[in-house]
């Protein structure tokens, strides 16, 4: 995967289905960087660029985007703390908005894509079976996770994840 982790440490990001698809306006990568595409939400690319394939991503979906509820929010961040913590992985914070899930965990293993994909699959099990779910689950395929480099970049993704508490994320700290 790149570069070696520090102490074992990722932030690894996720977004629920649906609400980020290739095509997108704010912006996309394809899987892989496949094809390099021009722009992001900071610096968008000329509009109706990839129109086509935002419509086509939008006609593939089997059922609506996936926005959270308050409730899902605080459920989910337990649900995937719980989940996490039971398989022995060290989870420093977890926050979870309306379309994001974020953490920084360490992963001995180096797999951070596994335990994250388990947690996220368990989350919408259960909630489905509370019916806080919609059947087909929460969350979108895969997460990207981000070595960390060093305890400065380590103490400023905590801070950043502990900040989506102003966008109305709800958090779950190792304390």
């Known amino acids: 995967m790149g570069i070696q982790p ?15 698809l290739p095509g997108d306006p704010r912006g ?12 992001d939400y900071k610096c968008p690319r000329a509009p109706g660029q990839f129109e086509n394939l935002y419509k086509r991503s939008k006609q593939l979906m089997r059922r609506n985007p996936v926005f959270l509820t308050v409730e899902q929010r605080r459920r989910a961040v337990d649900i995937i703390a719980a ?18 899930l974020h953490l920084l965990a360490l992963f001995s293993d180096l797999n951070p894509r596994h335990w994250v994909g388990i947690a996220k699959k368990e989350s919408s099990a259960y909630m489905k079976q509370e019916g806080l779910a919609p059947i087909g689950g929460l969350w979108a395929t895969r997460c990207k996770p981000q070595p960390i480099k060093d305890r400065a970049h380590q103490l400023n993704t905590f801070r950043y994840l502990l900040k989506h508490r102003l966008k109305g994320a709800e958090i779950w700290r190792f304390d």
Do not use: N, Q
Request: hydrophobic content about 35%.
């Open 28 to 39: 996309f990568r394809t899987r892989h960087h496949r094809e390099h595409v021009e722009g």
């Open 83 to 100: 989940s996490l913590l039971k398989r022995e992985l060290e989870l420093l914070i977890a926050a979870v908005d309306r379309v994001h």
């Open 6 to 20: 520090w102490h074992d440490c990722y932030h690894a990001m996720c977004h629920s289905y649906g609400t980020w």
